[in-house]
């Protein structure tokens, strides 16, 4: 199993970025998907989630209008547009698969740095 991010980088305030993560080695569209992110000095938080076949979405309220997560099941691969980027967006982003059937199983890939900065 494997979830490989990537996209992240250094970006001026109000600029906007696009984060990539692709899964492989387990079957995709049968997980739900998430991306996280964590600033220094701070717990990891949920920012986004899309059910399997994307038909639902929720986002922290500190990131409503200006990221949207998508999927493409065809290509393994979830997505994270981040518009509007503002300091506090600063962080490593991770994505993660989940699955509960009869046990909960939880796959992280390694992260990607984005930071916000003048």
């Known amino acids: 199993v494997q979830l490989v991010e990537s996209g992240g980088g250094l970006v001026q305030p109000g600029g906007s970025l696009r984060l990539s993560c692709v899964a492989s080695g387990f079957t995709f569209s049968s997980y739900g998907m998430s991306w996280h992110r964590q600033a220094p000095g701070k717990e990891r938080e949920l920012v986004a989630t899309i059910s399997s076949a994307g038909g639902s979405r929720n986002y922290a309220d500190s990131v409503k209008g200006r990221f949207t997560i998508s999927r493409d099941n065809a290509k393994n691969t979830v997505y994270l547009q981040m518009n509007k980027l503002k300091p506090e967006d600063t962080g490593v982003y991770y994505c993660?698969?989940?699955?509960?059937?009869?046990?909960?199983?939880?796959?992280w890939g390694q992260g990607t740095q984005v930071t916000v900065s003048s």
């Open positions: 993660n698969a989940r699955r509960v059937v009869v046990v909960t199983e939880d796959y």
